[in-house]
């Protein structure tokens, strides 16, 4: 280091604003994403296992139930594949809010408040990088499927399936992230989200038709949010057929959205 | 360019479950100053600090940054000011010069500007080389240079420096000051805390000493030395063994409690009369007790801590831990 450190002298802004307008918002909700891209790449252990799990999962159902539901591999595969793309990308929405609560643990959120900058725009941030990774699991799950014979006949309706589940895993990271913001650390986050998610992703049509259920469990199974976005993603991938449960998992994925993002953003800045 | 003053407070507070951390705190910081926030840890320094950069909201009392309220125009008083925390406030897991682009770009700089100034506030703080390497390598003071750097991107006319040597070794910490001299004269406003009495005394212009929540002394770095009133006796004998002797000595000589810092065994008292330094001084020849060093000064802040408070600047300490414990 040189003994003698250069400052420049100090500038007093010309233009002082009180509010900041929605073009900075946005350009500084991109500048967090840009940063929340940054560090994925800087840690890529950290997100490893998210790429490991489509195929850890594919195959052990493939091979593992594939004989005894299906009667073969092939013919399990065109409803295994949407669920294991479902199941996976709403077990990773849950990392916005594990991640959330690590990153405003960190030092570097002191600065984000004190920068005239919008509130909203770290969180903001954060939630539009997450949609790469549902990307990724989404594009690496079907990839692997066609590998092992997977062939869907859905056309364009294969694209509309990966944005359904794109879009909805958006939506649901948003309870993540309530819980980010609110909770104490990340364990407690991942605690809470499995107790929901195990039930939520299990008692489905994911791994088993519904009719093989009890009579008490198939209504719970049928009326299951995930239920109804894995019965759209099937419809879609192997026809391309847009069908009633493309309808309510978006009304789902709304409602969910009109709910829980002001219940967010309200409790963030609150915090920040 | 705006008149009066860089900073006003009035009646600070902010309560923590039952402990008032910042109890009614005033400041009045004029432009181009450097104002010391002086008080062991625990006073209150970093929560006086993060209620003028509208990182925490007070419960009572109101402050202005250049005339501008924190509470009602936070946003304003964020492009006024740079803050430099205790804990580096920068991403462990980018690189430096990522870190400086992410803070430029959301400052409103394009992304190549925020680039170029990066990397110009990097090389002055010598960080050049390490640039490139995530933050989680760098030593504890490339940590505090860059952390500062990232508070001057965008050249604030206030700025506001928690601790900044802290932890540092002696030669940083010179570096450190010759930065804070330089954004000085640059024009900049600088309010630092510290807990090193001798880092008030050499930098800052005015000096607020803190204590429990509360300011116990306001002034120059003389007025506040002028308080303790007296002058103040200091030796350094040249054979530790003897130090004893000549604590003895002095104290039977002079009447007063002497002291021994500890390190480099000196020897210091309170003076009523600084005429009795002949006697003392005849005292220590009779007993053949040779001395290093000897002068009589005005007192050390530590001394005017210990005067204004009743405490030492250690023993607060231990008391803001033990509540700490309880709370
Ligand atoms: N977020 C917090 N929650 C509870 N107590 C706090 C918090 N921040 C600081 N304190 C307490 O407030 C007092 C003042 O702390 P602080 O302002 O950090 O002192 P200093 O910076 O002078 O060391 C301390 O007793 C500390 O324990
Ligand atoms: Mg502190």
Same mark, same amino acid.
């Given at each position: 280091m040189t003994a003698l450190i250069e400052t420049r002298p100090a500038v007093f802004p010309t233009q002082l604003t009180k509010h900041i307008g929605l073009r900075d918002t946005v350009s500084q909700t991109f500048t967090m994403a840009y940063r929340a891209l940054i560090r994925l790449r800087r840690t890529p252990e950290q997100w490893a296992d998210v790429l490991l799990m489509p195929f850890i999962f594919t195959?052990?159902?493939?091979?593992?139930?594939?004989?005894?539901?299906?009667?073969?591999?092939?013919?399990?595969?065109?409803?295994?594949?949407?669920?294991?793309?479902?199941?996976?990308v709403v077990q990773a929405s849950v990392v916005t809010g594990t991640q959330l609560r690590e990153d405003m643990d960190t030092g570097v959120f002191d600065r984000f408040r004190s920068l005239p900058m919008a509130r909203i725009a770290p969180l903001a941030g954060?939630?539009?990088?997450?949609?790469?990774?549902?990307?990724?699991?989404?594009?690496?799950?079907?990839?692997?499927?066609?590998?092992?014979?997977?062939?869907?006949g859905g056309g364009w309706g294969i694209v509309l399936a990966g944005l359904l589940v794109i879009v909805t895993a958006w939506a649901v990271s948003w309870i993540w992230a309530l819980l980010g913001v609110t909770a104490r650390t990340a364990g407690t986050v991942q605690g809470i989200a499995m107790l929901i998610m195990m039930p939520l992703t299990f008692f489905s049509n994911a791994f088993v038709p519904t009719s093989t259920l009890p009579?008490?469990?198939?209504?719970?199974?049928?009326?299951?949010?995930?239920?109804?976005?894995?019965?759209?993603?099937?419809?879609?991938?192997?026809?391309?057929?847009?069908?009633w449960d493309v309808l309510w998992t978006l009304i789902g994925a709304v409602v969910i959205v009109a709910v829980f993002a002001p219940l967010t953003v309200r409790a963030y800045i609150r915090k920040a | 360019m705006i008149t009066g003053p860089a900073i006003e407070a009035e009646g600070l507070v902010k309560v923590f479950g039952t402990n008032r951390a910042v109890d009614g705190v005033d400041l009045r910081v004029e432009q181009g100053a450097v104002y010391g926030v002086l008080g062991p840890n625990g006073a209150g320094k970093t929560t006086t600090i993060s209620m003028l950069a509208t990182l925490l909201r007070p419960e009572a009392g109101a402050a202005r940054i250049f005339g501008h309220d924190v509470v009602a125009?936070?946003?304003?008083?964020?492009?006024?000011?740079?803050?430099?925390?205790? +804990?580096?406030?920068?991403?462990?897991?980018?690189? &430096?010069?990522?870190?400086?682009?992410? !803070?430029?770009?959301?400052?409103?700089?394009?992304?190549?500007?925020?680039?170029?100034?990066?990397?110009?506030?990097?090389?002055? !703080? &010598?960080?050049?080389?390490?640039?490139?390497?995530? $933050?989680?390598? +760098?030593?504890?003071?490339?940590?505090?240079?860059?952390?500062?750097? %990232? %508070?001057?991107?965008?050249?604030?006319?206030?700025? !506001?420096?928690?601790?900044?040597?802290?932890?540092?070794?002696? #030669?940083?910490?010179?570096?450190?000051?010759?930065?804070? #001299?330089?954004?000085?004269? &640059?024009? %900049?406003?600088?309010?630092?805390?510290?807990? +090193?009495?001798?880092?008030?005394?050499?930098?800052?212009?005015?000096?607020?000493?803190?204590?429990? &929540?509360?300011?116990?002394?306001?002034?120059t770095a003389d007025e506040l030395k002028g308080m303790v009133g007296t002058?103040?006796?200091l030796l350094r004998v040249a054979d530790a063994a003897q130090t004893l002797v000549a604590v003895?000595? $002095?104290?039977?000589?002079?009447?007063?409690?002497?002291?021994?810092?500890?390190?480099?065994?000196?020897?210091?008292?309170?003076?009523?009369?600084?005429? #009795?330094?002949?006697?003392?001084?005849? #005292?220590l020849r009779e007993q053949g007790i040779r001395l290093d060093e000897i002068s009589v000064q005005k007192p050390t802040l530590d001394e $005017? !801590?210990?005067?204004?408070?009743?405490?030492?600047?250690?023993?607060?300490?231990?008391?803001?831990?033990?509540?700490? $414990?309880?709370?």
């Open positions: 195959f052990m159902f493939a091979f593992l139930f594939g004989g005894a539901i299906a009667g073969s591999v092939s013919d399990y595969l065109p409803a295994l594949i949407p669920a294991i793309i479902v199941q996976g954060a939630l539009m990088t997450d949609t790469i990774r549902y990307a990724a699991i989404t594009a690496l799950t079907m990839l692997v499927g066609a590998l092992i014979g997977w062939r869907p009579d008490w469990l198939r209504p719970v199974a049928d009326a299951n949010p995930v239920s109804h976005l894995i019965t759209a993603v099937r419809e879609l991938t192997i026809s391309g057929t847009v069908g | 125009e936070p946003n304003v008083v964020r492009q006024l000011i740079g803050v430099t925390g205790q +804990y580096a406030s920068v991403d462990e897991k980018v690189s &430096g010069l990522e870190n400086m682009i992410v !803070f430029g770009r959301l400052l409103g700089l394009s992304h190549r500007e925020a680039k170029r100034k990066g990397l110009e506030l990097l090389e002055s !703080f &010598g960080l050049a080389d390490a640039a490139k390497r995530p $933050v989680g390598k +760098y030593s504890g003071g490339m940590r505090r240079r860059l952390d500062l750097a %990232s %508070s001057l991107i965008s050249q604030p006319p206030l700025i !506001f420096l928690d601790e900044p040597t802290t932890g540092l070794d002696p #030669r940083t910490r010179g570096q450190m000051w010759d930065v804070i #001299r330089g954004l000085v004269e &640059g024009g %900049s406003t600088v309010l630092l805390t510290t807990q +090193y009495l001798d880092e008030a005394d050499q930098l800052a212009d005015r000096i607020a000493v803190i204590d429990r &929540g509360k300011v116990v002394a306001e002034g002058s103040s006796l003895a000595a $002095v104290e039977q000589v002079l009447g007063t409690t002497a002291t021994v810092t500890p390190e480099a065994a000196r020897v210091t008292a309170p003076m009523t009369d600084p005429e #009795r330094v002949t006697d003392l001084l005849i #005292r $005017v !801590f210990l005067t204004i408070t009743g405490h030492t600047a250690e023993t607060a300490d231990e008391a803001a831990e033990d509540e700490e $414990v309880a709370a």
